[in-house]
């Protein structure tokens, strides 16, 4: 039985805070990917992509995501980045039920546009770009057990409708291991 929660998702979407409230009501350890990465090389994703750039970025969130996928019972936010590579979708899927939280270009927009500390878009038109990295990546977050538009529901909606997944998710576990 899979006992991780793993939040994939554009920039924005909110993994991280639905994560860390998702682990203390569930009882569960909270990881975040990124957080990992910025602890491991001692910079954080900023100064690693300015430093080293987006190859060195990209190896180091790997090595964690194959760290961070063996634990158990764990809630694990990840970057927005970690499906360009199938091997860390492949990694976090086996320990974990993946959850994808998705929002409209213009929330995502008003969501980052405060405090752009996102590399990646800090290259022309932030509403353009947010635009461009969306479309080359839309088919590459279609890996996910529950999807979750949070463009219009609050922080307690997203988190009520994540809980009622989990639970159907789980009764359905048990029927299945009874039938096998
Ligand atoms: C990235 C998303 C960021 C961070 C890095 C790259 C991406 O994480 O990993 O800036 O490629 O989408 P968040 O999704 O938490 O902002």
Redesign the pocket.
């Known amino acids: 039985m899979k006992t991780n929660i793993v939040l994939i998702?554009?920039?924005?979407?909110g993994?991280?805070a639905v994560g860390k409230r998702l682990a203390s009501i569930l009882k569960k350890n909270f990881y975040d990917?990124?957080q990992e990465v910025e602890e491991v090389t001692g910079m954080t994703?900023s100064e690693l992509?300015n430093r080293c750039g987006e190859i060195r970025?990209r190896s180091e969130?790997n090595l964690a995501i194959n760290r961070l996928a063996k634990n158990e019972n764990s809630v694990i936010?990840?970057?927005?980045?970690i499906i360009?590579d199938e091997n860390n979708i492949a990694a976090l899927a086996k320990t974990g039920i993946m959850i994808c939280l998705t929002a409209k270009p213009e929330i995502i927009y008003e969501r980052v546009k405060r405090r752009n500390n996102?590399?990646?878009l800090k290259k022309g038109d932030l509403y353009e770009r947010i635009l461009e990295?969306m479309e080359e990546r839309e088919d590459l977050y279609k890996c996910a057990d529950f999807y979750i538009d949070t463009s219009d529901l609050d922080f307690q909606d997203v988190i009520d409708q994540i809980l009622q997944f989990l639970e159907n998710y789980q009764q359905q576990d048990k029927v299945d291991m009874k039938r096998a």
């Open positions: 998702g554009f920039m924005g979407t993994k991280t990917t990124d994703i992509f970025f969130e936010a990840t970057g927005g980045g360009l996102r590399p990646l990295l």
